[in-house]
């Protein structure tokens, strides 16, 4: 994986990731090693012994002097040896005191294969607790419990209970199941696939997905990770860490619990919750991941997205010497949110000049039974010259006249088309063998069956879809005054304080206007009178809904009264929706606050739904989709994690089906759909801002091409009883508003300083490119051309930060004549995997130096280390950088100078 740009110069040199105690460990010792045959205590040892990984096993079995003929010790602390990595094979309630023993010896790593944890209820939970707290004394990561074990082949440890070694390959296999693990295993022997590791990760009580994707992202023999997973866990971590990892390595994860059956069956296995599987889906399309439904697709997957581009568009164009393959092709395809390509006059006239006469003149392109390599081959040429190909398939089906190899051999050249993914069919089997060998050895990916190449090709587009979230650079939308975020936590203090935990209409559309969300105009009237005066103050017609602290769905209890054009019809509306709530079954008088009045207005629009609810591991949940009282009925939703950017907002709509309404259909004007990514936009940071918020629903928002307003809304808030700490988080960490703020050089120039936003990536081009050769040399210890530095895939990871990993901070200055943005500087401050340790780096512009805003960016990275509680922050600078040297004696940091200049200069701070 490639690391992280404008970053700091390998500042704290991490020498060792901390799971290398587990992965590449020197010594090992095996806690309940025992010679009873079909044990796993002698398993792992056998397998440990068998697998020579360049450091020496010590048995620990405090009844006997020797296993399978090596010394035993009867604890850790007898070991003579430092012991980097412990594998745990004894009964649950003697782990804590066993990991107690090993911080105390100095271990950093555990692999706790032991069940009788979280899944046996709550003494195994207490265990479980007990086990942690031991190893956070000592730093100490852990592996399991409940699990097969690990392998790491490149470094031959086998510390599992599996059925030998596997062969050392490219993919990092994680599972939570350790049956299907072996399974999986013994599938590698039978089809040489090697891995880069194999981990069954049990029950992830501390080493989670998200350390393991951080670890194997950053190993550079690993090309793909897979993932079996039964319940997600830290969906922060793992969200973090996929985000990073997804757009240098695929990550490929088959997910059980789709059905409520399945998800019951996995929660039982892993003791875990194991969330909606809709959310899930959405998560996993914010991170990059790729799902898939079987293990089959899982491997071929992985392969597939190894040896080919991914495809820009949906649009698949089929070759086959046969019609029923096609159609089969064309049906996955479809199904499978795929396009078939529509062929161009151009392309058909260069089919038409060399093909026979009934070939089948549309695609799929049918080049007949009689199909030689020639005539195969040329065809491909053509259709992979077709600008609106995103892919092409090619099938290939065994006939008397059929040369599957020669046909194979033709293709070769074409295995590497640049921006378009070849896939192959060769169905048959011996008779087609040959040729599919010399696909695979081409790299053109070869299945058995043309509907399962249309389905990869699918696959291939989804992944491609979700990437191009992560990197495209959003609409950048000017600073909107329009949000009141202290007004708003006001006003829902204030409804908590009286004890109630729904808005009212009118509190709720209050609500969404302190975010800048156009509301309908809503009066408050209590009375007869009150209500005529608001009909009159509105004017004619209007609409009287039902006011009250408790009722929600007005609809249900008679409380929406539509279109009254006089005051005889609003007296007669307020009166009626006063009998109905009193006289309900379920209400009753005092549920009845009144009315609220709003003007009736038959506009030309669509009603959409605009939504969030809370998922137990997720935290707040958009939803966007077809509004109205059918909402229910049509279904027609997407999901999304909050906060949302312009991409992300306009991403979230094209799921769904009014979206092509939305973009005008017959006829109609479109909505502008700019104005609706910015409301989505504000409503995501509404309900990751504002943290007691519960539930909450625009329906209907009425999009129409004149103008965007919620015409209802419902808000739900905790309880205020509820401790704070309990509330749910986001999990995708929220822009972090408390690090902005206003700064003054000693010039007298103003600049604000605020955390990097994905919308700054053309700032940062011009800022990049009034930077000196000096000032670049000294922040990469090395020259960097510009457009190295500007390149787009360089800057899209610069400025889309994941701020639980690293806090980027800009100075950025308006231009008080042209309103203009100029970013002056860069502060970085990242942190390392798995310890509370930073690295630091400054990067200021030549014209803005010496003006104090790098001794600014500093001080506030400190602060920002401590809030973070970080316990030490750091970084390396050129000898020469003797200006950056002052600014952190300044600051406190200590400095150690390297034995001659070229050495760098290391610079550090204890945060404690």
Known sequence: MLPRTDKAHDVLHQEKHPLDAIFAPKNVAVIGATETQGSVGRTVLWNLISSPFGGTVFPVNPKRPSVLGIKAYPTIADIPAKVDLIVVCTPAPTVPGIIRQAVEAGVHGAVVISAGFSELGDQGKKLLEEMLAEARKGKMRIIGPNCLGIISPHTGVNASFANGMVKAGSLAFLSQSGALGTAVLDWSFREQVGFSGFVSIGGMADVNWGDLIDYYGNDPQTSAIVIYMESIGDARSFLSAAREVSLNKPIIVIKAGRTAAAAKAAASHTGSMTGSDEVLDAAFRRAGVLRVNSIDEVFAMSEVLAKQ??????????????????????????????????????????????????????????????????????????????????????????????????????????????????????????????????????GIPTFEYPDTAAKAFCYMWKYAYNLKSLYETPTAFAEDERIDREGAAKLIDEVKNSGRTILTEYEAKKLLGLYGIPTVQTEIATNEAEAVEAAKKIGFPVVLKLHSFTITHKTDVGGVKLNLKNEAEVKEAFNAIKTSVSNHPQWGAQHFQGVTVQPFAKLEGYEVIIGSSIDSQFGPVMLFGSGGQLVEVYKDSALALPPLNATLARRMMEQTKIYKALKGVRGRKPVNLQELEKLLVRFSQLITEQKWIKEIDINPLLASPEQLIALDARVVVFDKDTPEEKLPRPAIRPYPTQYISDFTMKDGTKVTIRPIRPEDEPLMTKFHEKLSERTVKLRYFHPMKLSARVAHERLVRVCHSDFDREMALVAVRTDPATKEQEVLGVGRLSKLPGVREAEFAVLVSDIWQNRGLGTEFLRRLIEIGKAERLERIGAQMMNENVEMQKVCQKLGFKLTKGKDLSEPVQAELDLN
């Not at 080049?367 to 259709?383: F, H, N, Q, T, W």
């Not at 040369?403 to 089997?429: C, F, N, Q």
Request: hydrophobic share 45%.
């Open 309 to 442: 581009p991914r495809p820009k568009g949906p649009r698949l164009t089929i070759l086959t010497n046969a019609g029923g393959p096609g159609v089969l092709a064309t049906d996955a395809l479809i199904q499978n949110g795929g396009e078939l390509t529509e062929l161009s006059q151009t392309i058909m006239d260069a089919l038409n000049a060399f093909l026979p006469v009934h070939w089948s003149h549309n695609n799929p392109v049918d080049v007949l039974g009689d199909a030689r390599a020639d005539r195969y081959a040329k065809a491909l040429e053509i259709c992979a010259n077709d600008e609106h190909a995103d892919g092409l398939l090619v099938i290939l089906t065994p006939q008397d006249m059929t040369d599957a190899t020669g046909t194979a051999e033709a293709l070769r050249p074409y295995a590497k088309i640049d921006g378009k993914p070849v896939l192959a069919s060769w169905m048959g089997g011996p008779f087609v063998r040959a040729g599919a060998e010399i696909l695979v050895q081409a």
